[in-house]
């Protein structure tokens, strides 16, 4: 078969992936951010996976927590809002040698981009997409989000808001996500397992990360911190059937705080890529020929 | 206006004495789901296999299934530049076909009508019509085993018996269109058409249409037939182009549908979106990823891709956008013709965001501004928008073949290492981003962004960066018009009046030019294909003639000009330039453009 999704790769030996050489510009967020973790989780990964640093795409859409590729030493992309992931839709499915993942909070994934997080999913698409839900717009200073419960006081809100939060785990088991993890930015260690089985995972993998605002909703997530009377209950997968969707929806509909860990993960799914490669072939095996012009010149042959 | 008629030459190989005519002008007029534009599909192809020259022109309705549709073929051995403005043959399916074109077809003209639908005004004395059993006929042809489907192929024998077409190269169209589907559907349709050949029709009215020499300029290169959108696919395939992505929207879809088929043979791939945002997002995916892409819409799909159109200017990005347009704003017309997105095309989204726009003004043009979008996208690394219309989009035309072992560009995306540190956006010089997968050894890797940014790509919000950057994307559209060849005028070089176009109303100004300088006037045509950026030695042409007339299918605003003219009088400040406009959904007649000239002309008297 002849695809233009695999150039030849370039002929240098990939430096190692350390803490130096992942290090880009200094993050710009608030101290105490919970974004934070999520960075230091992916640069372990990255340290652990060793991936050739050129290969790597850290994209991201508009917010606080899609400034992350600036942040992280690999090539990026700062895209519009809520559109990051059918821009990182093309970069996945016109290289096969590339690693995408994307990173986007509440406002990207649930609200402006709500329609593209759902046909990604569906499409299957060889992306990882780590949400880091703060349940409230901090880069424009405390609006309500559609994480943000009921009651939330914000500017846009003033009274608290009016409208039912959605379920992130529900919504994002509803996409038809082939693989989909809940983590806590408290929890660096279950973290950084969860962007690395996600990464590992040949499809669309997503993972809704709870990160605190540390100026505009510094609270919201004490439910799931022991040391403020939380707790942080992982699944136990000896007993929880990742590839049974409907006991993938009894935990994500369990009461606050719930449960962390893989909740949804199926690997018999063929990803968009493979599948629009089958078709290259199939399509393929019905001409003699994979010369462009050849193809062209017969084209204009039928028109004549 | 030329029309079927006695001409000079004589006729060779016709069984019965005809007449050479110079072109003929076609309509079929029926509903959506008579099959009339297969008929008309047929005609053109078979004027472009016989090296004639060959245009279109169709109406398709906005409703799934039925509703008035029509199709007009003009073919002849000059040089076909419009659809025509009246008809010498009109073929009536329908009552409501005939009462809705009769007055369109020429003095003299033929009327060839249903005589089991229609009943025709028999006190018209102007045109002379002539009645076959389209409907009945088709059905005893096929033993009634397919109801009346068919009557396509049935006027297409009775059009081949009037004009006393090439049958066997007819046949070789029909087996090339119905072979594919069985040899029964062929045999059938077959069938239907030598019972219709051999219908005996009115003898006085049968003309030989026998064409006299093809053009002397066709060259050594053959004809190929196509439509617009078919051309501009082609175009795209040829410039190096495989990846895309769209989402389906009128009168676009054929685009997204043939690169949607074609694509994956050439090792790419088109992707169908779950909308128009996501579609340009996509194609601008593919883009960074190193592979110069394309998405195809048409009005409001363009509205919907403004965001990421500005991206795509800030962070430099190469894009191709086909801008198929349609009557707007909203919804408006979606199956007619409007030359109304010019003003976007040049400045759509929010902020400075110059960019590339090209304007087909022939289907065979299409080929090349496709082709061409695909080269300055890469090398200006910037979208080009290619403005479409639904005329040019529908229409089918006959032309040279291009020249592939010329033009042929075959992609490939380099990964050269990157040495040192990297300016994308360099302040003196065109550059491009670095796409992924390419090692950088300075040890920096880039992030491309629509924050402004520095000379590497560096979120930077100071002033003298902004007004640096904002002068940069500027002048490296500047440095393309330098490079445009000089605008070339038709007939007169000076003198009364310069007939300004752009896109696919071309055909219909040059005519009129030619109409208006036979009548003595100093009249000359100039088509405008580069909207964004200009040429250059535009001001210097307009102050050659008295007026500067520019055509165009829009309206002509809140302060009296057109899209293209408003552009042209802020551009140059020539105040002899002035508007003719319409919006009725339809390509100008030629007749409408002479009668704009002269409303302007008794206006500038008084």
């Given at each position: ?304 | ?22 072109d003929v002008v076609i309509r079929l007029a029926g509903n959506s789901q008579d099959g009339i534009q297969a008929i008309g599909g047929f005609l053109a192809r078979l004027a472009g296999r016989s090296d004639q020259d060959v245009m279109t022109f169709m109406t398709i309705p906005a409703t799934i299934a039925g509703g008035p549709s029509i199709f007009q073929v003009r073919m002849g051995s000059g040089e076909i530049l419009s659809p025509g403005d009246r008809s010498d043959l009109l073929v009536a ?514």
């Amino acid at each position: 078969m002849f695809t233009l999704t695999r150039p030849a790769p370039a002929a240098v030996p990939a430096a190692p992936l350390t803490k130096t050489t992942l290090k880009a510009d200094n993050p710009t967020w608030c101290p105490g951010c919970g974004d934070f973790a999520v960075l230091a989780a992916f640069q372990r990964v990255l340290e652990k996976l060793q991936i050739p640093q050129h290969n790597l795409v850290t994209l991201a859409g508009i917010g606080c927590s899609s400034r992350l590729p600036y942040f992280v030493n690999t090539h990026g992309g700062h895209f519009i809002h809520g559109r990051a992931l059918p821009f990182a839709s093309g970069v996945s499915l016109g290289r096969d040698d590339l690693h995408v993942v994307v990173f986007g909070g509440d406002g990207d994934g649930f609200s402006i981009g709500g329609n593209h997080l759902d046909h990604t999913a569906r499409k299957n698409i060889k992306i990882t997409y780590v949400i880091m839900d703060n349940s409230v717009y901090g880069l424009t200073k405390k609006q309500t989000s559609p994480t943000s419960p009921v009651g939330f006081k914000s500017k846009t809100d003033p009274t608290g808001a009016l409208d039912p939060a959605l379920n992130p785990m529900r919504r994002l088991l509803g996409t038809g996500a082939t693989f989909v993890a809940r983590a806590y930015a408290g929890q660096l260690p279950h973290l950084t397992d969860m962007i690395e089985r996600a990464m590992k995972h040949d499809g669309f993998s997503v993972v809704e990360v709870h990160t605190h605002c540390a100026n505009f909703y510094d609270e919201a997530f004490d439910c799931f911190n022991s040391r403020k009377g939380g707790k942080f209950d992982t699944i136990d997968e000896t007993k929880h059937d990742v590839t049974d969707l409907n006991a993938a929806f009894r935990l994500a509909s369990m009461e606050t705080p719930g449960v962390f860990g893989v909740f949804y993960d199926v690997k018999d799914q063929p990803s968009k890529n493979a599948r629009e490669a089958g078709l290259m072939e199939r399509v393929q095996a019905n001409f003699k020929t994979t010369d462009g012009r050849a193809l062209l010149q017969s084209a204009f042959n039928r028109m004549k | 206006m030329p029309t079927a008629g006695p001409a000079s030459s004589t006729t060779t190989s016709n069984q019965h004495s005809g007449q050479t005519v110079r072109d003929v002008v076609i309509r079929l007029a029926g509903n959506s789901q008579d099959g009339i534009q297969a008929i008309g599909g047929f005609l053109a192809r078979l004027a472009g296999r016989s090296d004639q020259d060959v245009m279109t022109f169709m109406t398709i309705p906005a409703t799934i299934a039925g509703g008035p549709s029509i199709f007009q073929v003009r073919m002849g051995s000059g040089e076909i530049l419009s659809p025509g403005d009246r008809s010498d043959l009109l073929v009536a399916f329908h009552q409501h076909s005939y009462e809705a074109h009769r007055a369109q077809l020429r003095d003299g003209g033929v009327l060839l009508y249903d005589s089991d639908t229609v009943k025709p005004d028999a006190a018209d004395t102007r045109i002379r019509a002539v009645g076959a059993p389209i409907t009945s006929g088709t059905v005893a042809a096929t033993g009634g085993s397919a109801k009346d489907k068919g009557k396509n192929i049935y006027v297409l024998g009775l059009i081949a018996r009037l004009f006393d077409l090439n049958v066997e190269k007819l046949k070789g169209l029909m087996k090339e269109r119905f072979g594919k589907k069985s040899e029964d559907i062929f045999n059938q349709n077959v069938r239907i058409f030598n019972a219709a050949y051999a219908h005996p029709l009115d003898n006085d009215v049968r003309s030989a249409f026998e064409f006299g020499p093809a053009r002397v300029s066709t060259g050594a290169r053959p004809m190929v037939t196509m439509d617009g959108n078919q051309a501009i696919v082609m175009g795209l395939v040829a410039g190096g182009v495989r990846f895309g992505a769209a989402y389906p929207i009128t009168p676009a879809s054929s685009i997204m549908e043939d690169l949607r088929a074609a694509l994956p043979k050439y090792g790419g791939m088109y992707v169908q979106c779950e909308d128009e945002i996501a579609a340009i997002a996509t194609a601008l995916g593919f883009s960074y990823a190193g592979h110069v892409a394309v998405t195809n819409t048409s009005g409001p799909g363009m509205s919907l891709k403004m965001e990421a159109l500005g991206w795509g200017i800030m962070a430099e990005m190469p894009l191709i956008i086909v801008n198929v347009q349609r009557g707007g704003p909203s919804t408006g017309l979606p199956t007619m013709v409007e030359q109304s997105d010019l003003i976007q095309a040049i400045g759509g989204t929010h902020g400075d965001a110059p960019r590339i726009v090209l304007a087909p003004y022939s289907v065979g043009d299409c080929f090349y501004a496709a082709y061409e979008a695909a080269q300055l996208a890469r090398e200006y690394s910037v979208p080009v928008i290619v403005l479409s219309d639904q005329a040019i989009s529908t229409r089918i035309e006959a032309f040279q073949e291009p020249d592939l072992a010329k033009l042929y560009v075959e992609p490939a995306i380099q990964l050269k290492p990157v040495e040192g540190e990297y300016k994308a956006y360099a302040f003196d010089k065109a550059t491009h981003h670095v796409p992924p997968g390419t090692p950088m050894l300075g040890g920096k890797y880039p992030t491309v962004t629509g924050l402004e940014h520095d000379e590497t790509g560096h979120p930077n919000a100071s002033a003298p960066n902004h007004q640096k950057m904002t002068i940069r994307r500027r002048e490296k559209i500047k440095a393309l018009a330098a490079k445009l060849p000089a605008p070339e005028v038709f007939g007169d070089q000076e003198g009364d009046v310069l007939l300004v176009g752009w896109g696919s109303t071309y055909g219909q100004i040059r005519e009129a030019a030619k109409m208006l300088r036979s009548q003595g006037r100093k009249v000359g045509h100039l088509q405008i294909r580069n909207i964004s950026p200009l040429p250059k030695g535009l001001a210097e042409i307009f102050a050659k003639y008295r007026h500067v007339d520019v055509v165009e299918i829009n309206d002509e605003g809140l302060y009296g000009y057109g899209q293209l003219a408003s552009l042209l009088r802020s551009a140059l400040a020539i105040p002899t330039i002035r508007s003719i406009c319409k919006t009725d959904g339809l390509t100008f007649k030629v007749q409408e453009i002479l009668a704009g000239v002269s409303r302007l002309d008794a206006s500038a008297k008084r």
